[in-house]
């Protein structure tokens, strides 16, 4: 992130983690004890999202699931741990 950036929290890293955790893949739905706090933003977000069916791979592709997640999401509006904004093509950091 290039100096006096407005983007986001800024806890997303280069390569594509927060606190370890990669943001691609299967990801959960929860009320409570997530993995990772989201907000969703218009502009300037931590990470651009596809939600894609299946294969999701690559940075930015998250698959929705009941069970067998890679991560647990809750969505809040204050205090994220990361800013996402959803996206039809082009996921991943911007």
């Known amino acids: 992130m290039a100096a006096g950036s407005t983007q986001g929290t800024g806890n997303v890293g280069a390569d594509c983690a927060f606190r370890g955790t990669v943001l691609a893949g299967k990801v959960k739905v929860v009320d409570s004890f997530p993995d990772i706090r989201v907000k969703a933003v218009s502009s ?3 990470l651009k999202v596809k939600k894609v069916g299946s294969f999701a791979d690559d940075c930015g592709e998250w698959q929705f699931v009941d069970s067998f997640a890679d991560f647990k999401i809750q969505y809040v509006d ?3 741990d990361i800013e996402v904004a959803w996206v039809d093509s082009f996921p991943g950091l911007p």
């Open 44 to 46: 300037f977000p931590d």
């Open 78 to 80: 204050s205090f994220p």
